[in-house]
């Protein structure tokens, strides 16, 4: 399994585009994260997914982001319209039925919004 | 509410000298706790686990639940230990599952 994979690795996007980054969970894991990572305020949990259904957005900041899950093996966190301080690095992790055998991550899209 | 708390944003030691990472948690339930670790410019990697209660490259932690506590140590620190370090929290609230990070240590091993 190649693991947890990311698109973009990359993105720089001017103030008010849309960004869609993307991500591929391992093969038969259920639950799927985003997580915002920025210096300030470290890791960030943005929102989780159990089979593929948006269990808790609580921790996305605003309106302006989406995420969905379609089907198994990919989702999509989706800015609009995108602004400087959303500028960070975005993973995206899978697990299978929860914590304790732990998560496995991305490489992560950094951001960056100008 | 949940939390995990990471006291030190940067912790700088001498290459040899002993390392500690602090972590604490705030947690009701019975908490599973894990190191994450971050190289530079990698993705994050599951260091290790309470329940395990294994050594990787060196490291260890105790769950402390007197304490809410899972420092996490090292004897003799190597350059190749300079990392960002997440202390994190897994926890079940009926049919969830939720991992929350604290904010990180970055350790930076001098030579």
């Known amino acids: 399994d190649a693991g947890v994979i990311q698109s973009p690795r990359h993105e720089v996007t001017e103030m008010g585009q849309e960004v869609t980054l993307r991500c591929k969970p391992i093969?038969?894991?259920?639950?799927l994260f985003w997580y915002r990572q920025t210096m300030m305020r470290g890791l960030e949990l943005l929102i989780y997914?159990?089979?593929?259904?948006?269990?808790?957005d609580s921790g996305m900041p605003e309106d302006r982001f989406s995420a969905k899950m379609p089907n198994a093996s990919f989702s999509t966190l989706k800015i609009q319209p995108s602004e400087p301080r959303d500028s960070a690095v975005y993973f995206c992790a899978s697990s299978f039925s929860g914590g304790p055998y732990g998560y496995t991550f991305g490489s992560g899209t950094r951001l960056t919004v100008v | 509410a949940q939390r995990v708390t990471q006291p030190e944003k940067l912790l700088s030691v001498f290459k040899g000298a002993p390392v500690e990472l602090k972590c604490n948690y705030s947690?009701?339930?019975?908490?599973?706790l894990f190191w994450y670790v971050q190289y530079s410019r990698q993705r994050l990697q599951l260091l290790l686990r309470?329940?395990s209660r294994e050594s990787i490259k060196g490291f260890t932690a105790d769950l402390n639940k007197g304490e809410t506590s899972f420092h996490l140590k090292k004897p003799f620190a190597q350059e190749e230990d300079s990392a960002m370090y997440y202390c994190?929290?897994?926890?079940?609230?009926?049919?969830?599952?939720?991992?929350?990070f604290g904010t990180g240590t970055l350790l930076a091993v001098q030579p």
């Open positions: 947690y009701s339930g019975s908490p599973e």
């Open positions: 994190a929290l897994s926890f079940y609230g009926g049919a969830t599952n939720k991992l929350i």
């Open positions: 093969s038969g894991h259920d639950y």
């Open positions: 997914f159990n089979n593929n259904v948006p269990i808790d």
């Open positions: 309470h329940i």
